[in-house]
């Protein structure tokens, strides 16, 4: 079992019982979600968890990331006072890093958004590059230049967001 399925299984095996009504399943919900939002996720469930009733079934429908902010939805209607819980933890994501759970905020790579701190923009950002040169290396000449031009423009425009924001 690799590292990341052992941190989830132990996550799913700690909400079981802190959260029993609302966690009911083994479902491998934090595999949708970067390991940034799942401490996130955790107090979202534990504070709902006293308001879910004791009914039988599974309580969560999905756990996803859309548009770059964490979507938590659960299989019945929730209350006013639950709906603001989840509220919250979305808002919350909109400023966690995804990846690695520092501040962040959203930032789009190729109409892709994120919420992602500098560091991880970065790393996403050369990665993006670099994906884009294996695919000039391999197949010659990949890209419409109109999507170099734009992914040059990205950088530049990332560079002097950074040199104003320090
Ligand atoms: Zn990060």
Not at 100 to 119: L, M
Request: glycine share 6%; aromatic share 10%; with cysteine.
């Amino acid at each position: 079992m690799n590292t990341k399925a052992k941190r989830i299984k132990e996550l799913n095996d700690r909400l079981k019982l802190k959260c029993p009504r609302l966690w009911k399943d083994s479902q491998p919900y934090f595999s949708c979600v970067g390991e940034g939002w799942w401490d996130l996720i955790y107090r979202l469930c534990v504070k709902l968890e006293p308001l879910v009733s004791d009914k039988a079934g599974s309580a969560i429908g999905q756990i996803k990331e859309k548009f770059g902010t964490l979507r938590f939805y659960l299989l019945f209607s929730e209350s006013v006072e639950m709906y603001n819980f989840i509220r919250e933890a979305e808002e919350e994501s909109a400023k966690t890093c995804e990846e690695c759970g520092a501040p962040g905020k959203q930032r789009e790579i190729n109409h892709w958004v994120k919420t992602s701190c500098e560091r991880c923009h970065k790393k996403r950002l050369i990665g993006n590059v670099n994906s884009r040169l294996e695919l000039l290396v391999k197949f010659g000449f990949p890209c419409e230049e109109e999507e170099w031009s734009i992914l040059i423009k990205e950088i530049a425009d990332e560079r002097n967001n950074s040199s104003e924001s320090e």
